[in-house]
């Protein structure tokens, strides 16, 4: 089993940044499944949304944040992050840490508690 946890969410103005850390424990054995980790958000009254996933082998964003976040992995202290620039109001919403230990896939087998960002205008 693997444990995320998510930290770094808070209130920010309009064009403001905030970087995300998700840090993951457990067995060698259980962390050597997060081969594949990703970034979530949900707003307020909308479904949950794929913002970013990261693999040894590839990084992908969804459209509205690409050239604004940035997503990274530290292997050695079990570590993802997310680098938020240029935030607006609608990325507003939970962000959740997730992590699955088969690369090509759509499903996620493990998921943090959340952090809240709220985004002023």
């Known amino acids: 089993q693997v444990q995320l946890v998510e930290s770094g969410g808070g209130l920010v103005q309009a064009g403001g940044s905030l970087r995300l850390s998700c840090a993951a424990s457990?067995?060698?054995?259980?962390?050597?499944?997060?081969?594949?980790m990703g970034w979530h958000r949900q707003a307020p009254g909308k479904q949950r949304e794929l913002v970013a996933t990261i693999t040894s082998a590839y990084i992908t964003y969804t459209d509205s944040v690409k050239g604004r976040f940035t997503i990274s992995r530290d292997n050695a202290k079990n570590t993802v992050y997310l680098q938020m620039n240029s935030l607006k109001p609608e990325d507003t919403g939970v962000y959740y840490c997730?992590?699955?230990?088969?690369?090509?896939?759509?499903?996620?087998?493990?998921w943090g508690q959340g952090t809240q960002v709220t985004v002023s205008s």
């Open positions: 997730a992590a699955d230990p088969v690369m090509y896939s759509r499903g996620w087998s493990y």
């Open positions: 457990g067995s060698i054995s259980s962390i050597n499944r997060a081969n594949r």
